[in-house]
């Protein structure tokens, strides 16, 4: 290892190591905070933050990407109140608050990139690409396809990502459908509500989802009440839809996709890892994060083995004169790249990851100054629980749900098992409802080639939301005994 690299990699991680000993010792003696939310401190930071946010949602327009104008505001916003902070000598008191979010914004960093990454690894591998072709090989009708696609995402969406669940079958919709403009707008309206409802039911389906099992808001197997609701939520839309699905049947030229030697293996570990995080949270009492790096440990392993292996196999069959004995390992089976774990890091959505990092910091400051306790008192003070998280999920349609969430356990209002799950899943589906107002909508707008648009989504906006208060209803009769 270089000695320069060496000699600056330990002050980092020193302060790493510092960071939750320095935060429990601080909180002990804080003072209180100061209440800012008249101060020019405050005004400052409510304005860099809306002007932030505005900048990030004009992304599609500017070109600008979402993260530059978050990361800037909450710098700005941080910086802000550690002057005042500092001038009536509490500069501790800020510190404490900004590591208590930088803490958890780090255990949201390490659980995704964990996650993320094995996912590449499996695309590197052709386990979507496999899943796609078989799902065009079966040569069903449009309707049956537009059953099979949002029923699949409806599952895969909670365990993966709805970015990637959601381009997944946007790729078969697509495929399939090539020569029906109409069913490729349907079946993505589909797509998106059944990917939104899919990751509102598991604590591994979406940002705000891990978020309220993270800060411990609800227990793991509690998320597994919303199914009901979020099926709800997915069938009312989508039996409206049907009847105006075309009839006939597509034609697709066939291909041949195999999967590469170890895929099933890295499926299997991907299972073990999430088992691990479970263990961690719900046995040990650790972050969630915590059992995923482990995971990425035995990732990191496995691939050192295929590496090895690989060499031995290919030598062996070229001394042979043979093909490589495994049928599933295609040419250019060495390149190195295919095992490198750190290239699979490095293809995260950073842009995404370091969006959230300034959405985090920047509500949690706005938070630290007093604004969330006064949106707070108004919203859960003066309306009903079950209003207040209506509206909130209503929202999400237009705010991200990751940061609207972030926002409402800054809050910390007093709420009964049945309304957080009751907010969970109002912020998961409440996206549904515009093409722009969740990551697979707007991935799917980008790579249709306008054969879905938000007009084309917003026509059946009124079913989704029929189906937004349906699961509603249903969730307040299936799950009466959390309320």
Not at 107 to 131: H, K, P, R, W
């Amino acid at each position: 290892m270089n000695p320069l690299a060496k000699k600056s990699a330990l002050p980092l991680l020193g302060l790493l190591v510092g960071l939750p000993s320095a935060a429990l010792g601080d909180a002990e003696t804080s003072p209180v905070p100061l209440d800012l939310t008249h101060h020019w401190a405050g005004y400052f930071s409510l304005v860099v933050m809306v002007s932030a946010y505005a900048a990030a949602m004009l992304e599609e327009v500017t070109h600008l990407r979402k993260s530059k104008p978050m990361l800037l505001g909450a710098a700005l916003v941080w910086f802000a109140i550690s002057l005042v902070y500092r001038q009536h000598g509490q500069v501790a008191a800020a510190v404490t608050a900004f590591t208590s979010n930088l803490l958890a914004y780090i255990e949201l960093l390490l659980f995704i990139m964990v996650s993320m990454t094995y996912l590449n690894a499996m695309e590197d591998m052709g386990v979507f690409d496999a899943l796609r072709l078989a799902l065009v090989r079966l040569r069903l009708g449009y309707k049956a396809l537009f059953w099979v696609t949002g029923t699949l995402v409806f599952f895969i969406s909670s365990v993966v990502n709805g970015l990637t669940a959601g381009l997944l079958m946007g790729v078969v919709v697509v495929a399939v459908g090539r020569n029906s403009p109409r069913f490729v707008s349907l079946a993505c309206i589909n797509v998106v509500v059944a990917t939104n409802a899919g990751g509102s039911f598991s604590p591994l389906g979406g940002i705000s989802t891990l978020f309220v099992w993270q800060k411990g808001m609800l227990e793991f197997t509690q998320f597994f009440t919303l199914f009901v609701p979020c099926l709800v939520n997915f069938l009312v839309p989508a039996l409206a839809m049907h009847f105006a699905v075309p009839h006939d049947t597509p034609r697709v030229e066939a291909e041949s996709i195999a999967m590469r030697r170890g895929a099933v293996r890295v499926i299997i570990l991907f299972g073990v890892t999430i088992g691990l995080a479970v263990f961690s949270d719900m046995y040990l009492r650790l972050p969630p994060a915590a059992g995923m790096m482990a995971g990425l440990s035995l990732l990191q392993f496995f691939t050192f083995y295929l590496r090895k292996t690989e060499n031995r196999i290919a030598s062996s069959a070229r001394d042979a004169k043979l093909s490589p004995p495994e049928p599933d390992m295609p040419d250019g089976i060495l390149e190195t790249q295919r095992f490198d774990i750190f290239e699979k890091v490095g293809r995260l959505e950073w842009d995404t990851l370091l969006f959230f990092y300034g959405a985090m910091t920047g509500i949690g400051g706005l938070g630290f100054i007093g604004y969330l306790d006064a949106v707070s008192a108004w919203l859960y003070g003066q309306h009903s629980a079950t209003l207040a998280n209506v509206l909130i999920g209503l929202s999400s349609a237009f705010v991200d749900n990751g940061t609207l969430m972030f926002a409402v356990l800054s809050m910390r209002p007093e709420l009964p098992e049945g309304q957080w799950l009751l907010v969970t899943l109002t912020l998961g589906v409440g996206g549904s409802l515009l093409a722009i107002g969740s990551a697979p909508g707007i991935a799917l707008l980008g790579m249709t080639g306008g054969r879905y648009s938000f007009s084309s989504h917003l026509k059946w906006c009124p079913v989704i939301l029929l189906g937004y208060f349906a699961a509603i209803g249903v969730h307040f009769i299936v799950n009466s005994q959390y309320f």
